[in-house]
């Protein structure tokens, strides 16, 4: 056991997935949270540098980490000191948390059949201090929206890794659990990914005839969705669960739906405002968000704020490229780690969050450019 956590990998999980280990502590020494947060992130930094001696990270790698970073750095930076953007600041030390420390971890990561098996064992961990969280006015999580992310991003993903490794049915009990508890007490966009991420999975393991019927199964469901929802929501209401989520539901089944997407697409509509004022080559990061008082969510056309539609072509073109590499891998389990990623963040970005506080996006990014610079991968038999 110890020298699985002598490992990148697992020093990987606790950094990524291990913040979640610490609200309970956080919440009850509010005071101390910058401490106690600092003094994690050193420690698994001392403890990462001890295990490094072992195995040089190479150059290459170092280099395309060192390259991502100064290049988004630095516009951040120059939009804190030269714009004197407020959010740009937020949004420096979001990067430093969620972009720039993870990828430095991930610098060495090699064997991900052994970073599954460790995600699904901090991700039931996990699973156990969020889910009852909305009981407790979200204490841990702060808000419904904050808890419908958290659990999909740091525990239902793990639990997927341990379906897809350990092939074990059982697990499939707390999967459904907290893909119920997403839905009730979560957002529709932590909602959706859960969803999207959990279809990945079964087309990812199951044979080619059940895939058949599971495909005729997903169109009946999309072909009587409002049907399905409505009754899934009114059984729901008898057990007086008024929360966000399901209240946002029923407003879909009574085909009041530009209540619930009237915020989103006014934000939308004001960003393409912005868009045409410097269509090709955009505002700068945070631009957007300082006058407008918000992200605009959706990732598209916050990349297309930032860079114009340049930008956009250049970030659909590697996020295409990404997905061509992604299915010509030939490591399984890396290849569905990554998998889980990419839907993790594109789907819930369609509607919500920013790149600046969403670590599964740069993880996802920082695979794919450490898969082109050549990237070797390990086998999993040297940690058994």
């Given at each position: 056991m110890l020298r699985y956590i002598k490992t990148p990998e697992f020093l990987f999980v606790l950094y990524v997935y291990g913040f979640v280990l610490l609200r309970p502590l956080i919440y009850l020494t509010h005071d101390y949270s910058t401490m106690i947060i600092g003094g994690y992130v050193s420690l698994l930094l001392i403890l990462l540098t001890v295990v490094n001696r072992s195995s040089r990270i190479d150059l290459r790698n170092i280099f395309v980490w060192l390259l991502l970073s100064l290049f988004f750095g630095s516009q951040l930076v120059y939009a804190t000191l030269f714009k004197g953007y407020e959010t740009s600041y937020q949004y420096s030390l979001n990067f430093i948390i969620f972009g720039f420390v993870p990828l430095y971890f991930l610098l060495n990561v090699n064997n991900f059949k052994l970073l599954i098996y460790c995600a699904f064992i901090i991700s039931c961990v996990n699973g156990l201090v969020l889910l009852l969280d909305p009981l407790n006015d979200y204490c841990l999580s702060g808000n419904y929206m904050g808890y419908g992310f958290d659990l999909l991003m740091f525990s239902f993903s793990g639990l997927l890794f341990g379906f897809y490794a350990l092939r074990k049915k059982i697990l499939l009990a707390p999967i459904i659990i907290e893909l119920s508890f997403i839905v009730i007490y979560g957002n529709k966009g932590a909602a959706l990914g859960a969803l999207a991420m959990l279809l990945v999975m079964f087309f990812f393991q199951i044979k080619s005839i059940s895939k058949l019927i599971l495909s005729l199964v997903i169109f009946l469901i999309l072909a009587n969705w409002k049907l399905l929802l409505s009754a899934i929501v009114s059984q729901l209401m008898k057990f007086n669960l008024p929360t966000y989520s399901l209240l946002t539901l029923q407003l879909l089944v009574l085909d009041e739906s530009d209540q619930v997407y009237s915020a989103r697409t006014n934000i939308w509509n004001v960003a393409i405002e912005w868009i045409e004022r410097n269509p090709f080559w955009g505002?700068?990061?945070?631009?957007?968000?300082?006058?407008?008082?918000?992200?605009?969510?959706?990732?598209?056309?916050?990349?297309?704020?930032?860079?114009?539609?340049?930008?956009?072509i250049v970030f659909v073109g590697l996020l295409v490229h990404s997905i061509f590499l992604l299915v010509k891998m030939n490591d399984p389990y890396k290849r569905f780690f990554q998998l889980i990623l990419l839907v993790g963040w594109l789907v819930p970005m369609q509607f919500s969050l920013t790149i600046w506080n969403v670590s599964l996006f740069w993880i996802y990014i920082g695979i794919y450019l450490l898969s082109i610079t050549g990237k070797k991968d390990e086998s999993f038999s040297q940690y058994v």
């Open positions: 505002n700068g990061i945070c631009t957007f968000d300082e006058f407008n008082n918000g992200y605009v969510h959706n990732v598209f056309l916050e990349i297309t704020l930032a860079y114009g539609y340049m930008g956009l």
